[in-house]
């Protein structure tokens, strides 16, 4: 299972903005993370700032350079704007759905609850995380004692926490739908996509 094992708030600070989740440490340390903070620090190329854009979108949804290269040859292969393209295909990924319908606080609580098998996709378990979800898809929580305390500490946590639009959202069976493909103003990233690809493009 390959997936980005190493510091995430050290990640968080570098990039000034919170890939994992909200964490007080970026209020505490508004700050790049060393010794010396953002002393010193020259310019930025372009180069660097592409890179960082593509980092940080590729973090955020836990993934690995090779994994996150094939989603952008996916993108460049369909039709339509290909950044965009590259957003919904990283929103549809089942991991993702699970965190956004709020059964899990963040991304990477997603992705164990697929992978260890907690989570069904029209009736059927099914435990990728990648796997790629499409409109009028069901994802639910399995219906036995472990995948619904699972699911019930989820929205707990996430009571707060607004679904997406293009979601349906059933808290009271643990369930919820795929109503549409996002557009790019409902994922709002964090990121400029279009250096992404022009940084692939090279």
Do not use: C
């Amino acid at each position: 299972m390959a997936r980005y094992t190493g510091p995430r708030t050290k990640k968080s600070r570098r990039y000034g903005v919170p890939l994992f989740g909200p964490h007080k440490a970026l209020e505490r340390r508004n700050y790049p993370p060393g010794m010396h903070g953002d002393k010193g620090r020259r310019k930025q190329s372009e180069y660097a700032t592409a890179l960082g854009e593509k980092q940080k979108l590729r973090l955020m949804y836990g993934l690995l350079e090779r994994q996150f290269r094939r989603y952008f040859e996916t993108a460049l292969r369909r039709r339509g704007v290909t950044g965009e393209t590259l957003l919904q295909l990283l929103e549809t990924r089942l991991d993702n759905i699970v965190f956004r319908l709020g059964l899990a606080n963040s991304r990477r609580a997603a992705r164990q609850m697929v992978n260890h098998g907690h989570i069904n996709v029209n009736g059927r378990r099914v435990s990728i995380a990648s796997y790629n979800t499409k409109v009028g898809d069901v994802v639910e929580v399995r219906n036995n004692a472990v995948s619904r305390q699972l699911g019930t500490r989820g929205l707990n946590a996430t009571q707060i926490v607004t679904v997406p639009e293009w979601l349906l959202i059933d808290k009271d069976n643990f369930k919820g739908e795929v109503k549409r493909i996002p557009s790019r103003e409902e994922i709002a990233p964090i990121v400029n996509e279009q250096l992404i690809i022009e940084l692939y493009s090279r």
